[in-house]
Structures are given as C-alpha cells and as structure tokens.
C-alpha cells in the first residue's frame, strides 16, 4: 500500500471505532447494541434456533484474550449463515461483522463485497443505511472518494441523517470542496441535538472556518 492508502486505512479504522449511535461496532457489546436487545430477541422468537445459535457463536469470536476475532472462524461462521439463512437480518448482521475483520486485516476488497451484497438487498431499511454508510468509508480509503459519495446521495431517515451528512462532509474535504462539506456538516449538526453536536462535529466545522479565515 502506499502511504495514501495506509492512512486513508488508518481513518477508515478510527471512524468504524468512533462511529456509534446507529453505526456501533466492535465486539461482541457493539453488535448487540446495534442490533439492540428488544429487536434481538423478537428476531429470535421468529426464526429459526439454528440462526440464532450461529449468530451466538459469531458474537463470542470476539472473547478471545486479546479481544480481537478468529478470522477463520468469523468466516466459515458466516458464511453457515449465508448458505442456511440467506438474506435474513441475522446472515447480514453476520456479514457486517466478517466486512470488519477485514478492514481490521487491511483487506477492503473484501470487506467492499461483503457490503455491497447488504446495499444490493438489504434485510429491512436500518441494515441497508449501516451497510451503505460503512461501503462507503471502505471506497474512500480505496481512493474512491467520488464513487462514495455517490451512495450517499439521497435522503436518509431521521435516525442516519447526522451520521451520514458528516460522512459526507468528510468525503467532501478530501476532495477539497470545502463550501459543500461545510454544507454538509451542518445539516448533521441540525439533526443532533445541542449536546450531541458539540464533539468532533464542532471541531470539524471549526476547522473549516480557521481555513477559510
């Protein structure tokens, strides 16, 4: 990689970690709360106990020593979902978790298929906006900025707008197009409330004002 691409990585890495609220993730406790407790176990009063005993499974790859997951295992964990329960929230959720690990181990080509197959037919509305918000970090650290920016255009529900404007806005910095990321920063501001919207949203805009002072 060359050392665009490594730090381009290396943000990819830190927005996945900072990035919670409806985007959550890391680990067991992430995953959980993005798939929230009550919507978790409705989910499993209506499928199968097979799919709920892997996606268990899956989850505990993450209680290992040193807290990072058994790749292998993540991937032949998954990929049991996919062949048994295709296309269901418990399989996507599963691949949300394998694209992860392999943006962990620098491996966004294939962190990139595991989330465009969740974009192409999402299992309900909520999974389809994590996994497009996520492609599109993944595209940006390949140096496809243009190409990110274009799967966030649109609207969003309520619950991602602020999440996916200051994605934008991000988007739109590297590219040097600094009025329409301010733009975009403050629309994800307007949807946070006062005491959400005074972290690394402020310092962003602040940021843009000091260049353009």
């Known amino acids: 990689m060359s050392s665009t691409e490594d730090e381009n990585l290396a943000d990819l890495k830190d927005w996945w970690t900072r990035n919670g609220k409806p985007l959550v993730t890391g680990g067991l406790l992430a995953l959980v709360i993005v798939f929230g407790w009550q919507a978790f176990h409705k989910y499993q009063s209506n499928q199968s106990q097979g799919a709920s005993i892997l996606y268990q499974q899956l989850l505990e790859t993450t209680l290992t020593p040193d807290g990072k997951p058994d790749a292998a295992r993540v991937s032949d964990l998954a990929g049991k979902l996919n062949s048994e329960f295709g296309g269901s929230a418990y399989a996507q ?3 949300l978790f394998v694209a992860k690990v392999a943006v962990d181990s620098g491996k966004l080509d294939d962190a990139a298929t595991e989330l465009k197959a969740i974009v192409a037919k999402p299992a309900n509305p909520a999974l389809g906006e994590i996994a497009r918000q996520r492609l599109a ?21 309520k619950a991602f707008l602020a999440t ?3 994605l934008k ?9 600094t009025d329409e990321a301010n733009a975009a920063y403050q629309k994800a501001k307007a949807a946070l409330s006062d005491e959400a919207a005074v972290g690394g949203l402020q310092i962003k805009l602040d940021d843009l004002a000091k260049g353009d002072a």
């Open 164 to 166: 996916r404007e200051e």
């Open 169 to 177: 806005g991000d988007l739109l910095v590297q590219l040097g197009r």
């Open 93 to 95: 959720y599963g691949s």
């Open 137 to 157: 970090q993944v595209l940006a650290a390949q140096s496809k900025v243009d190409e990110a920016l274009k799967l966030l255009e649109g609207d969003a529900d």
